[in-house]
């Protein structure tokens, strides 16, 4: 069975470009959730999809980030303008429900210059 | 204000030996736990969980050991093997409401195993 799937594995970009990032969660997973990992710090919740409906977002800056997750499914994360302080490593992960471990795909490592 | 705290950034063990991880949590609503252990640029795999109503579940080498009075879990590892050489992450779980839906992690510990 394909676990999660990101992509792109890396990008880099220059300061106020908008970048986004992919996720395929595994089958037949309802909850999807992205995290933002920084250098040395684990990972942090940005925000919770059940289905197609955002649930918690409270961690996402909204001012510039942006989620969706079109028919439940595949989901994307969008940054615009991205800032240096972005550059980090943004982790799609999903699990069942929200009471069971979620798996994590590979995660994407931006780097904002 | 950290609720998830893993207080040893690294931890060398020899191989053979057993390799103990600690976490510590300040949020007594939480009600699983996990260990996700981290290679380099790969993301967090799922190892072992334990519930709260639980004080111990094993998995092969894996021990994971729950004390909800001083509010420490930890993890155990015999014998310890070079492939074990990664960063754990300690994340608990909040079925209900009042606190962030997702997993909460605490920093990780970098484990060593020294041939």
């Known amino acids: 069975e394909a676990g999660v799937v990101q992509s792109p594995r890396y990008k880099i970009i220059e300061k106020k470009q908008p970048v986004a990032f992919w996720c395929n969660p595994i089958?037949?997973?309802?909850?999807l959730y992205w995290y933002l990992q920084n250098l040395g710090q684990g990972p942090e919740l940005l925000i919770r999809?059940?289905?197609?409906?955002?649930?918690?977002d409270s961690q996402l800056p909204k001012d510039r980030f942006s989620a969706e997750r079109l028919k439940g499914v595949d989901s994307t994360l969008k940054i615009q303008p991205a800032e240096l302080g972005d550059s980090a490593v943004y982790l799609c992960?999903?699990?069942?429900?929200?009471?069971?471990?979620?798996?994590f795909g590979q995660g994407t490592r931006l780097t904002v210059v | 204000d950290q609720q998830v705290k893993q207080n040893s950034p690294s931890l060398s063990v020899q191989e053979g030996r057993i390799s103990i991880l600690n976490c510590d949590y300040t949020?007594?609503?939480?009600?699983?736990f996990l260990w996700y252990k981290k290679y380099p640029a790969e993301g967090p795999t799922f190892l072992i969980s334990?519930?709260?109503?639980?004080d111990k579940n094993e998995d092969g080498r894996f021990t994971v050991f729950l004390n909800k009075s001083a509010k420490h879990l930890s993890l155990h590892i015999v014998p310890s093997q070079p492939g074990d050489s990664a960063v754990y992450f300690c994340?608990?779980?909040?079925?209900?409401?009042?606190?962030?839906?997702?997993?909460?992690f605490g920093k990780g510990t970098h484990l060593i195993i020294q041939p």
């Open positions: 334990i519930s709260s109503i639980k």
């Open positions: 994340a608990a779980l909040m079925y209900s409401g009042g606190g962030a839906d997702g997993l909460t």
């Open positions: 949020n007594s609503m939480f009600d699983y």
């Open positions: 999809y059940e289905n197609e409906e955002a649930v918690d």
């Open positions: 992960a999903s699990s069942l429900d929200r009471r069971t471990e979620a798996f």
């Open positions: 089958s037949g997973h309802n909850t």
